[in-house]
């Protein structure tokens, strides 16, 4: 049994970006009841509710995902545990949920959205991406709060290594990589998310760790100005929602109604939404064993 190095170099080319990533184009923005919480207490029965994206044909199982999305700031913080449902199953401890990761949006400018990505690989089939809201007080005692988010994009990551790897490569594995391009490069290594450091060199070299999967992530870059010209949309009929409050044309009741009725919006439809994706450059050496 022989170790062989091997080198990868990939160019800024247009054709070979889809080999690393795929959209996924079927979702759409819902809301989710929380139903052990029957919300604000002593003017309303109706359960809080939280943001989510609902998958038209379902998250499978042990696959990597790539999310992006932007959330709209609000004046106080936003506390989001982002997890993994299927939107039917009511809430209880004897439904799976996977949880994937712990957000806070820090209160500031309203006018401002804040950019959010990560990576997922789901442990059973799900259909929903929950944005669960830790509620506070004023939730209870001023106004029930309804997150906007823009769901940007969601794309399956595809492995690189059965690519790059010579068919004599013991099971499809390396043993050692070393990947050199920019600092803060974003890849995708057995299902983790790292990022190059500041000398845009990033190494597994000490000792014997097999690296089953690897893939450079990019989000996709749009082409039209349809997520823009929504949010500056939300932006003007939240202004106009304050100034008819603060003129005293509205009632506080009114202006929740009407908060309420500002819905997050998904744009993963890439024929209505077009994205173009750019894989930046970069060498992977690695090292695998033959038989």
């Not at 006018?111 to 929950?130: N, Q, S």
């Not at 070299?205 to 349809?226: C, D, H, R, Y």
């Not at 929504?230 to 100034?243: A, S």
């Amino acid at each position: 049994m022989a170790y062989i190095l091997g080198q990868y170099n990939k160019n800024k080319t247009v054709e070979e970006d889809n080999d690393f990533m795929t959209y996924i184009t079927g979702g759409r923005n819902d809301r989710r009841p929380v139903v052990s919480d029957n919300g604000v207490t002593g003017t309303t029965d109706e359960p809080f509710e939280n943001e989510c994206c609902r998958i038209t044909d379902s998250l499978t199982a042990s696959i990597n995902y790539y999310f992006h999305g932007r959330i709209k700031r609000m004046a106080d913080p936003q506390v989001f545990k982002i997890k993994l449902v299927n939107y039917e199953n009511t809430p209880s401890a004897e439904n799976v949920e996977q949880y994937i990761k712990t957000i806070t949006v820090a209160g500031g400018n309203i006018h401002d959205w804040v950019d959010l990505e990560f990576m997922f690989t789901p442990i059973i089939v799900f259909d929903t991406i929950l944005f669960e809201l830790k509620r506070e007080t004023e939730d209870y005692r001023i106004e029930t709060r309804y997150p906007i988010i823009a769901y940007q994009e969601l794309s399956k990551i595809n492995n690189l290594i059965p690519k790059v790897a010579p068919r004599e490569a013991l099971n499809t594995e390396f043993i050692k990589i070393g990947v050199q391009s920019h600092p803060g490069l974003l890849m995708c290594i057995n299902g983790e998310e790292v990022r190059a450091p500041r000398s845009g060199i990033y190494e597994i070299k000490n000792g014997i760790m097999l690296v089953s999967f690897f893939s450079v992530v990019a989000g996709g870059k749009e082409l039209s100005s349809g997520i823009e010209d929504w949010m500056n949309q939300v932006d003007d009929e939240v202004d106009q929602i304050k100034k008819d409050l603060d003129d005293g044309k509205i009632t506080q009741k009114e202006a929740e109604r009407r908060k309420s009725l500002i819905y997050s919006k998904c744009f993963f439809d890439t024929a209505t939404y077009p994205k173009d994706r750019k894989i930046d450059s970069f060498t992977l050496d690695y090292m695998y064993r033959e038989e």
